[in-house]
């Protein structure tokens, strides 16, 4: 899949995609990831769920397409922001329109970044408390995946061109977030409070590191919602 972009892009592929919770009543999960989705129910999502958000003066199919499986989506650096009063940077990204307030939650799939593009939000825990807006971002920066824009907070070094399995749970309760990769833990860091939160992913210029002019994210999902 890679070869057919450039370098300058950003790709960003969920080969698997699942989202799973903790909630009661749970029962006993397998996966590739094993006892990491271990006694979590798979949520069973609608397409409808799948909320597209992109730059508000452009029309949809400029930003973003779904054909084969495949969602792809990409922004220029340039781009206006999801509506005319929005303070955020240009983005496509996907909001998993399933809103939780209790409970462990978990984000698992597999992610790829092609060389050459920097400074790119690929995956959030939206909702915080005060003036914070999100309870976890991973963004990408020369090849590394990183805690917000935190260079030195390395969560996986050397993703460019190869499959990363990601998992990242967030209890709410206990107001804590971990982060797996390949299955190994990388990050343990605190929540961020906030009363209502949802998973986004895609792809999300931060103003942070001098970010590529062209940033594209593409993900594929097995038919399971």
């Not at 939160?197 to 942070?208: E, T």
Request: aromatic share 12%.
């Amino acid at each position: 899949m890679a070869g057919s972009y450039s370098l300058c892009c950003l790709l960003l592929g969920i080969l698997t995609f699942a989202l799973w919770s903790l909630l009661p009543p749970c029962t006993a999960a397998a996966g590739r990831s094993g006892g990491l989705t271990a006694g979590f129910t798979r949520m069973n999502l609608r397409e409808s769920q799948f909320v597209v958000q992109k730059p508000w003066n452009v029309p949809l199919d400029q930003r973003y397409e779904f054909a084969g499986g495949v969602r792809r989506m990409w922004v220029f650096n340039t781009d206006k922001p999801g509506s005319p009063n929005h303070p955020g940077g240009a983005r496509t990204e996907i909001k998993i329109n399933e809103i939780y307030s209790t409970g462990v939650w978990q984000f698992e799939g597999d992610m790829y970044d092609p060389s050459g593009t920097s400074g790119a939000s690929v995956m959030q825990i939206f909702g915080a408390a005060g003036e914070q807006a999100t309870t976890l971002m991973l963004h990408v920066y020369d090849g590394n995946l990183t805690y917000y824009h935190q260079l030195r907070n390395v969560v996986a070094g050397d993703v460019y061109g190869r499959w990363v399995r990601l998992n990242v749970v967030h209890g709410v309760a206990a107001s804590n977030v971990t982060v797996f990769v390949e299955g190994e833990r990388r990050l343990s860091v605190p929540g961020h409070g906030g009363e209502q939160h949802y998973f986004k992913f895609g792809v999300y210029k931060q103003s942070h590191h001098q970010p590529s002019h062209h940033m594209e994210s593409c993900l594929f999902f097995n038919n399971h919602f």
